[in-house]
């Protein structure tokens, strides 16, 4: 069985808590320690002695007149045994990769909203650092090099010309000699550029370029991207990364883009089995592997394609194909979409166990291609869901599929990612460019991983052997649906971050908000869901008072969820916000989001990230009492 260790977190150590403690944060400590039986407390420090030797500092810095309770009692909460978030377990990587969770991105090269923001090879580095595996790129066709006279004259023309044709002029930017040195691939080969492809028309060499099509968003190149994913894929985990690729290039520069990949990527990517694939492979037999996931085009289309359009010029972004859009476009004819479907073959083929259909309906003969991922809208599997209900969830147990935000979200807002992993979907792409609650709740998903996480037992299809198949079980009928009680007393919190932007802590007045996001009954029955799957606050929720600065004291006030039914607790989120009491919108300073399964009860220490989504200092000191019944 191939198993996966959870990597080491900055929120699982000792080190991340200030070496003492707040006045508030230690009077509680004394009540606590002298609330518990010593012998307890002892067991406490023991279990912590025997598997963590970083927690001595934090207990040299409780005063000398306090008892070795208290000492001992701050040396346990310090610890990785203290964090109020529970470590995954090792996971077993032996499954279909279709049975697994993905850690997703959309639109992954953009830096802020969705019309004017930049493009920017960090974006990809910050993504993959922070444990994402499934990134995306939209590709479109370069602009070739221009002599200095036509470059002035382009210049001069635009300042004429509003909406120039490109929304986003391409920034010349000079190429590395033919055969330098870029890096090393997985395997310590030195990879060298691709020797620059030359077009019938010019001798100036064009290359795609990144961007998101028809805004003011700032371009960035296709080779660099390929080059910043190749040194940031494998740096935090070895687990399967796949780069979704939303083709608008033309067939010209559609062969460049294979040529970089072949060559940047050389020693990473997947080999396409002997025979045509049967069953998905498991993670871990693709341990540092690129996935491609690609527009499908059967090979003799393709050819025959390709024969028929000979000598069409390249740069027509009409004629351009959009993976992720593709879903939307239910009414087109057939003569259109072989026109929007214009991959060639050697592209088409990269995507190998990754190959994206276009969505008709899960009764298509597409449906049960082994390999097949589906690309849906979040407004069009809201559609699928209400029309398909159980044969929706049937089709995730087995099969990939994507969901990703609407074309509408212009600030890079979120939908609701929950909603989509209870329906069964592996890849639900978020805009990481805002620290919403989608993306909070993909924190608490995906934190301590490797970017994948096997799903519960009855989300799962076939076992490692096995067949695919479809069944009529549906969501509801997966998995045992339980009710809870949930109590937390809120406790103090120190070295709290300030909202961004804000230096003064005097003037800070935070409040904690604690919310729950639970699964809807409409989710279950094929019901149309309120919001459509959008992303919002918890179900459930609860506002403390507010306290004030950065070492506050809340007192013990107590958040009270009592026999809340149809709870999965692997699907189920406890999220908790620190915010500033503001006249107006009180601006976000900290937080954190547990999945319920890793809800620990009895005091904690919940570690904090700022509004940036970065780890602090931050801690909360709690008392949690959950049930389930």
Same mark, same amino acid.
């Given at each position: 069985?191939?198993?996966?260790?959870?990597?080491?977190?900055?929120?699982?150590?000792?080190?991340?808590?200030?070496?003492?403690?707040?006045?508030?944060?230690?009077?509680?400590?004394?009540?606590?320690?002298?609330?518990?039986?010593?012998?307890?407390?002892?067991?406490?420090?023991?279990?912590? $002695?025997?598997?963590?030797?970083?927690?001595?500092?934090?207990?040299?810095?409780?005063?000398?007149?306090?008892?070795?309770?208290?000492?001992?009692?701050?040396?346990?909460?310090?610890?990785?045994?203290?964090?109020?978030?529970?470590?995954?377990?090792?996971?077993?990587?032996?499954?279909?990769?279709?049975?697994?969770?993905?850690?997703?991105?959309?639109?992954?090269?953009?830096?802020?909203?969705?019309?004017? $923001?930049?493009?920017?090879?960090?974006?990809?580095?910050?993504?993959?650092?922070?444990?994402?595996?499934?990134?995306?790129?939209?590709?479109?066709?370069?602009?070739?090099?221009?002599?200095?006279?036509?470059?002035?004259?382009?210049?001069?023309?635009?300042?004429?010309?509003?909406?120039?044709?490109?929304?986003?002029?391409?920034?010349?930017?000079?190429?590395?000699?033919?055969?330098?040195?870029?890096?090393?691939?997985?395997?310590?080969?030195?990879?060298?550029?691709?020797?620059?492809?030359?077009?019938?028309?010019?001798?100036?060499?064009?290359?795609?370029?990144?961007?998101?099509?028809?805004?003011?968003?700032?371009?960035?190149?296709?080779?660099?991207?390929?080059?910043?994913?190749?040194?940031?894929?494998?740096?935090?985990?070895?687990?399967?990364?796949?780069?979704?690729?939303?083709? @608008?290039?033309?067939?010209?520069?559609?062969?460049?883009?294979?040529?970089?990949?072949?060559?940047?990527?050389?020693?990473?990517?997947?080999?396409?089995?002997?025979?045509?694939?049967?069953?998905?492979?498991?993670?871990?037999?693709?341990?540092?592997?690129?996935?491609?996931?690609?527009?499908?085009?059967?090979?003799?289309?393709?050819?025959?394609?390709?024969?028929?359009?000979?000598?069409?010029?390249?740069?027509?972004?009409?004629?351009?194909?959009?993976?992720?859009?593709?879903?939307?476009?239910?009414?087109?004819?057939?003569?259109?979409?072989?026109?929007?479907?214009?991959?060639?073959?050697? /592209?088409?083929?990269?995507?190998?166990?990754?190959?994206?259909?276009?969505?008709?309906?899960?009764?298509?003969?597409?449906?049960?291609?082994?390999?097949?991922?589906?690309?849906?809208?979040?407004?069009?599997?809201?559609?699928? @869901?209400?029309?398909?209900?159980?044969?929706?969830?049937? @089709?995730?147990?087995?099969?990939?599929?994507?969901?990703?935000?609407?074309?509408?979200?212009?600030?890079?807002?979120?939908?609701?990612?929950?909603?989509?992993?209870?329906?069964?979907?592996?890849?639900?792409?978020?805009?990481?460019?805002?620290?919403?609650?989608?993306?909070?709740?993909?924190?608490?998903?995906?934190?301590?991983?490797?970017?994948?996480?096997?799903?519960?037992?009855?989300?799962?299809?076939?076992?490692?052997?096995?067949?695919?198949?479809?069944?009529?079980?549906?969501?509801?009928?997966?998995?045992?649906?339980?009710?809870?009680?949930?109590?937390?007393?809120? /406790?103090?919190?120190?070295?709290?971050?300030?909202?961004?932007?804000?230096?003064?802590?005097?003037?800070?007045?935070?409040?904690?908000?604690?919310?729950?996001?639970?699964?809807?009954?409409?989710?279950?029955?094929?019901?149309?869901?309120?919001?459509?799957?959008?992303?919002?606050?918890?179900?459930?929720?609860?506002?403390?008072?507010?306290?004030?600065?950065?070492?506050?004291?809340?007192?013990?006030?107590?958040?009270?969820?009592?026999?809340?039914?149809?709870?999965?607790?692997?699907?189920?989120?406890?999220?908790?916000?620190?915010?500033?009491?503001?006249?107006?919108?009180?601006?976000?300073?900290?937080?954190?989001?547990?999945?319920?399964?890793?809800?620990?009860?009895?005091?904690?220490?919940?570690?904090?990230?700022?509004?940036?989504?970065?780890?602090?200092?931050?801690?909360?000191?709690?008392?949690?009492?959950?049930?389930? $019944?």
């Amino acid at each position: 069985m191939s198993t996966h260790t959870s990597p080491p977190t900055d929120h699982l150590s000792a080190l991340a808590i200030s070496s003492s403690f707040s006045p508030a944060v230690l009077t509680h400590l004394k009540s606590i320690a002298s609330s518990l039986p010593p012998s307890q407390i002892q067991e406490l420090q023991s279990n912590v $002695s025997k598997n963590h030797n970083d927690t001595k500092p934090v207990s040299q810095h409780i005063p000398s007149s306090d008892s070795v309770n208290v000492k001992h009692l701050a040396e346990y909460l310090a610890s990785p045994e203290g964090d109020a978030m529970m470590p995954l377990p090792n996971m077993d990587l032996s499954y279909p990769i279709s049975n697994y969770f993905i850690n997703s991105s959309h639109n992954t090269y953009l830096t802020g909203n969705q019309l004017y $923001s930049d493009s920017s090879t960090d974006a990809y580095t910050n993504v993959l650092l922070r444990g994402c595996r499934c990134i995306e790129i939209d590709v479109w066709d370069g602009d070739a090099k221009s002599s200095p006279a036509e470059a002035a004259e382009k210049v001069k023309e635009k300042k004429h010309i509003y909406f120039p044709r490109s929304l986003s002029p391409h920034r010349e930017k000079p190429l590395p000699e033919k055969g330098t040195p870029v890096g090393k691939s997985a395997g310590g080969e030195t990879l060298s550029l691709p020797t620059p492809w030359q077009s019938a028309s010019t001798i100036a060499r064009a290359e795609p370029r990144v961007l998101h099509g028809y805004t003011l968003t700032k371009e960035v190149s296709f080779r660099e991207v390929c080059v910043a994913i190749r040194e940031a894929a494998f740096v935090t985990s070895d687990l399967p990364v796949i780069v979704s690729l939303e083709v @608008h290039a033309g067939k010209e520069q559609q062969q460049i883009m294979v040529e970089i990949i072949e060559q940047t990527w050389k020693g990473m990517l997947v080999k396409a089995p002997a025979s045509e694939c049967q069953q998905l492979p498991n993670p871990g037999e693709l341990r540092g592997k690129i996935l491609i996931k690609v527009k499908y085009v059967a090979p003799e289309r393709a050819t025959k394609k390709v024969a028929t359009k000979a000598g069409t010029p390249a740069m027509r972004r009409k004629d351009s194909s959009s993976s992720s859009s593709e879903s939307d476009n239910q009414g087109s004819s057939d003569a259109k979409k072989d026109k929007k479907s214009s991959i060639i073959e050697p /592209l088409s083929a990269l995507g190998v166990y990754t190959r994206s259909y276009h969505f008709k309906d899960l009764s298509s003969s597409e449906a049960s291609v082994p390999c097949h991922v589906f690309s849906l809208s979040e407004k069009r599997f809201m559609d699928v @869901h209400e029309s398909y209900g159980p044969t929706l969830f049937s @089709h995730n147990r087995n099969y990939l599929m994507r969901a990703f935000p609407a074309g509408t979200r212009v600030t890079s807002s979120n939908l609701d990612p929950a909603v989509f992993w209870r329906k069964g979907v592996q890849i639900v792409a978020l805009n990481w460019q805002k620290f919403d609650a989608g993306v909070m709740l993909n924190e608490g998903m995906f934190a301590g991983s490797g970017g994948w996480i096997l799903k519960p037992r009855g989300y799962r299809g076939q076992s490692p052997g096995q067949q695919a198949g479809v069944s009529d079980e549906s969501q509801g009928d997966a998995i045992a649906h339980k009710t809870l009680s949930l109590w937390v007393d809120i /406790l103090a919190a120190q070295d709290l971050p300030l909202p961004i932007g804000d230096d003064k802590p005097h003037g800070f007045q935070p409040y904690v908000k604690c919310e729950l996001h639970i699964e809807k009954p409409e989710e279950r029955t094929g019901a149309a869901i309120e919001g459509g799957g959008r992303s919002k606050d918890g179900e459930y929720k609860f506002k403390s008072k507010s306290s004030r600065g950065t070492q506050p004291d809340f007192g013990g006030e107590r958040v009270e969820f009592a026999n809340v039914p149809g709870v999965v607790e692997t699907l189920s989120f406890l999220r908790f916000k620190i915010q500033d009491d503001e006249f107006g919108k009180d601006d976000l300073a900290a937080w954190a989001c547990i999945r319920l399964d890793r809800l620990r009860d009895g005091y904690r220490f919940v570690r904090l990230l700022d509004a940036n989504g970065d780890r602090s200092r931050g801690i909360l000191l709690v008392k949690i009492t959950k049930s389930l $019944s």
